[in-house]
């Protein structure tokens, strides 16, 4: 298939960048360029949001009933699923994700558009009567602007679980994904245009964080911004918003442990161990990367352990028998290599894989599992985001949960045992926005989604997404002559 270059997608056309500048989007397998991507700047973010300013003042968007709005959403999903496998496609060879779980993530972004569609039609108020005096109500409203920053990590299902709540509620939007996968997102304006959206509605903006992302964050006629990303960005952002008093959902990193106890089912716990943090190339903010095992079983488990993670297939993408594919860059390939080196340098064990070497072509780090590992240990603190697993042991319930906790994040969390009680007991103790227990990371989408700590602010999904994509207003009524002070009448 041939790639077009990446254009920017602002008022219902592609187009280049105002500075005529671009980059390149570099194939993680072999190296080799894919295409060139245009690199937008403030006067490209300027012109997308004032884009979305107009369609949100003086277009149809906000005004249409939600029925109609939720027929055009469906539309989208429509659109995603019989685009789903070019997407899927575009994905794999953009970021390295393998086929099978690509074409997982195409149908997912299909789901998010159906799912909004439906939940924003059922959106509903509150009533407040007040004996006879008083009806009180409250309504949503759209907000208005919303700049919508992604990272790189399964780029489509990120941004459509931004984008379908966002315009359901009946805001519009303009994305700035992230510079190392800018292709499903140039598909996605175009599918989303074809569906009938209104020009304006939906924008796309190509470029760097610190320019094209910071523009954004700045605008002042951008009132909310939803980002996904790293904790130091998410930081920045907030600092870089301020000035214009923006709303922020903050979907941040994440170190989750995985508890497993000796009661355990232990087939089940292992499957879970390895598919929590080697799917997705280890690139999942949610990636159960920190396995607490308890000590009685720990031998066992371990070996066992050791035999899956040596057999887990590491190749090309595009193969569907692949279950790990090539790191998205460079970069991040070389700063996880660097974490095995720092894993070494600890004194933790390497059990399975390791270092890569030096002159392989394309970003594969084999699947690597540290034993031995200490708390402490920057392997055991720090998000390295590939497909690095570490293992630490634990005594007792109480060490289990302080081990747990002992992070600065708090995104996901997952909890192994059969005793019925103690599963409650943990999942209520551990500092974490999700707890699943006896599970994978199985995703509802009415539930609310997001991580305490240094793993973010907010909740989207289900209704939580419409707390942050709407202005809640409260109307008063009076249903009576009710008694108001009479200031000046006073002989
Ligand atoms: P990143 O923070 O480097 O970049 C994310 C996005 O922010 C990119 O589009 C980037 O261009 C933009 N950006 C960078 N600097 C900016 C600035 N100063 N102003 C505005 N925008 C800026 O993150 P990444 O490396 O692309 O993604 C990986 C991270 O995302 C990991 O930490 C992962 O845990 C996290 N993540 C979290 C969730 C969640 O739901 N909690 C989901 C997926 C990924």
Redesign the pocket.
């Known amino acids: 298939m041939e790639i077009q270059p990446a254009r920017h997608f602002i008022q219902g056309a592609y187009c280049d960048g105002v500075q005529g500048k671009w980059f390149e989007t570099i194939n993680p397998t072999n190296g080799e360029v894919i295409t060139q991507v245009a690199e937008g700047f403030e006067e490209d973010i300027h012109r997308a949001v004032c884009a979305a300013h107009q369609a949100f003042h003086e277009g149809p968007w906000r005004r249409m009933s939600a029925k109609e709005r939720s027929r055009l959403m469906v539309n989208i999903a429509e659109g995603l699923e019989k685009n789903g496998e070019e997407l899927a496609y575009l994905e794999t060879l953009d970021t390295g994700l393998p086929i099978a779980q690509a074409r997982g993530q195409a149908a997912r972004a299909a789901d998010n558009f159906r799912f909004f569609a439906k939940k924003a039609e059922e959106m509903t108020g509150e009533t407040y009567p007040v004996d006879e005096s008083f009806l009180n109500y409250t309504v949503r409203r759209p907000v208005g602007v919303a700049g919508l920053?992604?990272?790189?990590?399964t780029p489509l299902m990120?941004s459509t679980w931004k984008i379908a709540p966002c315009l359901a509620t009946g805001n519009t939007a303009v994305l700035?994904?992230?510079?190392w996968s800018p292709l499903t997102a140039t598909k996605l304006a175009q599918i989303i245009h074809d569906a009938g959206i209104p020009e304006g509605v939906f924008n796309v903006v190509h470029g760097?964080?610190?320019t094209a992302?910071?523009a954004?964050?700045a605008h002042p006629l951008v009132n909310l911004i939803s980002?996904?990303?790293?904790?130091t960005?998410g930081k920045?952002?907030m600092r870089?918003g301020s000035s214009t008093l923006k709303r922020f959902s903050m979907?941040?990193?994440?170190k989750s442990p995985v508890v497993v106890f000796a009661d355990a089912d232990l087939e089940r716990a292992l499957d879970a161990v390895v598919f929590g943090l080697y799917s997705l190339n280890g690139e999942r903010?949610t990636a159960g990367s920190r396995l607490l095992i308890e000590r009685s079983i720990k031998d066992e488990f371990e070996e066992r352990l050791k035999e899956r993670v040596a057999r887990i297939r590491l190749g090309d993408p595009f193969d569907p028998k692949t279950e790990v594919g090539p790191l998205i860059h460079r970069n991040h390939y070389q700063r996880v290599q660097e974490y095995i080196r720092v894993g070494l340098s600890e004194g933790a064990t390497l059990a399975v894989g390791g270092f890569s070497p030096d002159d392989q072509v394309g970003n594969f780090v084999r699947p690597t599992l540290f034993t031995n590992v200490r708390n402490g240990m920057r392997i055991a603190q720090e998000?390295i985001?590939g497909p690095v697993l570490v293992s630490i042991p634990f005594d007792s319930e109480e060490e289990a949960v302080h081990l747990a906790n002992d992070v600065a994040y708090g995104?996901a969390a997952y909890v192994w045992t059969n005793n019925l009680t103690k599963a409650h007991r943990v999942a209520g103790q551990i500092e974490s926005g999700m707890v699943w227990i006896n599970s994978q990371n199985v995703r509802d989408l009415r539930t609310p989604?997001g991580?305490s700590k240094n793993?973010?602010i907010g909740r989207e999904g289900g209704h939580y997404s419409f707390e942050f994509y709407t202005e809640l207003k409260t109307i008063h009524v009076s249903m009576s002559h009710h008694p108001i002070p009479k200031f000046g009448k006073v002989e």
């Open positions: 920053i992604t990272p790189w990590n990120l700035k994904p992230a510079e760097f964080g610190e992302g910071a954004l964050v980002f996904t990303g790293e904790t960005t920045e952002i870089n979907e941040l990193g994440g903010c998000e985001f995104l989604f991580g793993s973010g």
